[in-house]
């Protein structure tokens, strides 16, 4: 079957970013990459900071704390008066958990599409509490109805103090249906906590008319912000039980403060956050979108055919604006966590291509990206590449 065309390309866009020209980045979604423009804006803050430090700290800098978290609750669909600023989502839901004053018996639901950071964290809170952790099954194709219906089954009212799903899940690329899901657990009396780490930037307002108690998202991967700016966003009936990781001089202050100020730290990503949004919105948010998504399509229909991979055996992330795609690799191979990151890896210096490889249900999957400085040729280089590599086991 043939390959449906790329979209026409975003000209200049990589120009906007330092990236390595030698390299493919077809890996935006680990640790995204900062436009020149918000790298700019913070090493000018940076400048300032270092100019005079007690100035900095002491003049002004709670006011543009509380304009960023305005500018970027503005953008995500948030209430700002129920929004913290914090560094990414692996710090938001350990924030969540350990706020949530688990005791023996509890227990926290979640998928195995989960985030395995979090799971981890999940792990601790329950060790450390004596509550328990356990894992929804969710088949890979599973629509939306049967997600819901999954946890309609899996919750088990006065017991689940937490159900913990992605909005868009890492390993396995999926859209889960959150507004569905949290009206479900609302119906049972279970909070739920959204890890939205891929969610803005590419979806549009992602925290509008989800009711989440507990939403967390980074802006540091599809929102161009520098690394460590994070939104958590919190229903108005958990504002004032919100503790944060590391206490510090706002402590009285309440929320957001208390969970923003967390002593002498680099704030300056924070701040920097709307330039990278500048951006962003310079080139067309719904064109930048609509772009990033179909060629994360395309990439995967060139790569899965060069691996023989029939489309209908791509998964298909459920959302028109989703710019990763999953390829099922060949049987046998990075089946293991320590087995796909040396598979990512010998790709990376084999192919100068940045891919992720994953390991979900047993079996290894690549995932690739779509981003504005991206061009078809990329995926056509690695889908001719990679047989062969594949191939020497
Ligand atoms: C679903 C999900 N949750 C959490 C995280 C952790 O994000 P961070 O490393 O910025 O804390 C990621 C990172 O990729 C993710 O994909």
């Not at 990459?33 to 000018?44: E, S």
């Not at 507004?179 to 509008?208: C, K, Y």
């Not at 730290?265 to 998504?293: E, F, I, K, M, Q």
């Not at 796909?340 to 995932?367: F, K, N």
């Amino acid at each position: 079957m043939s390959v449906p065309p790329p979209p026409e390309p975003i000209t200049g866009a990589r120009l906007l970013f330092s990236l390595d020209p030698a390299v493919s980045h077809l890996n935006h979604g680990s640790f995204g990459a900062v436009p020149i423009v918000a790298q700019r804006a913070q090493q000018r803050l940076r400048d300032e900071m270092e100019a005079d430090p007690l100035r900095f700290f002491t003049q002004g800098l709670a006011d543009r704390i509380a304009h960023t978290r305005r500018h970027l609750a503005g953008f995500l669909g948030a209430d700002p008066d129920h929004t913290a600023l914090t560094t990414n989502a692996t710090t938001g839901a350990a924030v969540v958990l350990q706020s949530l004053g688990l005791r023996p018996g509890d227990e926290v639901l979640t998928t195995d599409h989960g985030y395995g950071a979090v799971d981890y964290s999940i792990d601790r809170e329950c060790h450390r509490t004596g509550a328990t952790h356990r894992v929804l099954r969710v088949p890979l194709t599973a629509t939306a109805e049967q997600v819901v219906q999954i946890v309609r089954d899996g919750l088990r009212p006065g017991r689940t103090r937490l159900l913990v799903v992605d909005q868009l899940t890492s390993a396995t690329a999926r859209l889960f249906p959150v507004a569905a899901i949290v009206g479900v657990a609302g119906e049972h009396g279970v909070p739920v906590l959204v890890d939205a780490a891929h969610a803005p930037g590419m979806l549009p307002a992602p925290v509008r008319g989800i009711g989440a108690d507990f939403w967390v998202g980074n802006l540091h991967k599809w929102g161009y912000a520098p690394r460590g700016t994070a939104v958590l966003a919190v229903a108005p009936r958990w504002r004032d039980r919100i503790e944060p990781l590391v206490v510090s001089w706002e402590q009285d202050s309440g929320f957001p403060a208390r969970l923003e100020w967390q002593g002498t730290s680099d704030y300056t990503a924070w701040l920097s956050a709307p330039a990278g949004l500048y951006t962003l919105r310079s080139l067309g948010v719904d064109r930048v979108r609509a772009h990033n998504a179909a060629l994360a399509a395309y990439g995967q229909r060139v790569v899965g055919d060069a691996l023989g991979v029939p489309p209908a055996d791509l998964p298909d992330p459920g959302g028109p604006t989703v710019a990763m795609r999953l390829i099922p690799l060949p049987a046998g191979l990075a089946t293991t966590r320590d087995g796909a990151r040396a598979l990512q890896t010998r790709i990376a210096e084999r192919l100068a291509t940045q891919v992720a490889v994953m390991t979900w249900d047993g079996r290894g999957w690549l995932r690739l990206c779509g981003q504005v400085y991206n061009s078809p040729e990329e995926y056509q280089r690695l889908a001719v590449g990679l047989p062969g590599l594949l191939a020497q086991r």
